[in-house]
């Protein structure tokens, strides 16, 4: 496998848990080195990020991990996604949903 076809690869699996966050793929540089795949994913709205740990091993071994991965990822809805299911105006504040959700 190319680079290239990693890359296209690792997009895929992006676009099919909605383009949340960001995937790193560590390749192992030395014989017998694993590799790593990982999900970083911004939580709540302080802007940290969280990394998420898809899967070691072998490159075919990590891209089954992330296969599986997406399968189960259920993406989180965005304030303002939240704000426009309660039917509250696009520019309210997290409290506001929260207040509005009780």
């Known amino acids: 496998m190319t680079i290239d076809e ?3 690869q690792l997009r895929q699996v992006h ?3 909605g383009g949340e966050g960001r995937f790193s793929f560590t390749v192992g ?3 017998g080195e694993p590799c790593y795949v990982t ?3 911004r939580t709540g709205t302080t802007g940290f990020e969280d990394c998420r740990s898809v899967g070691m091993g072998t490159v075919p071994e990590c891209l089954a ?3 599986r991965y997406a399968l189960g990822y259920q993406r989180q809805p965005t304030e303002a996604e939240i704000g426009r299911m309660l039917g509250l105006d ?3 504040k997290a409290e506001s949903l929260k207040f509005a959700a009780e």
Request: glycine share 6%; net charge negative; proline share 6%.
């Open 6 to 8: 990693l890359r296209a």
């Open 15 to 17: 676009a099919a848990i």
């Open 29 to 31: 540089m030395e014989p």
């Open 39 to 41: 999900h970083w994913v």
């Open 65 to 67: 991990a992330l296969e």
């Open 90 to 92: 696009a520019g309210c």
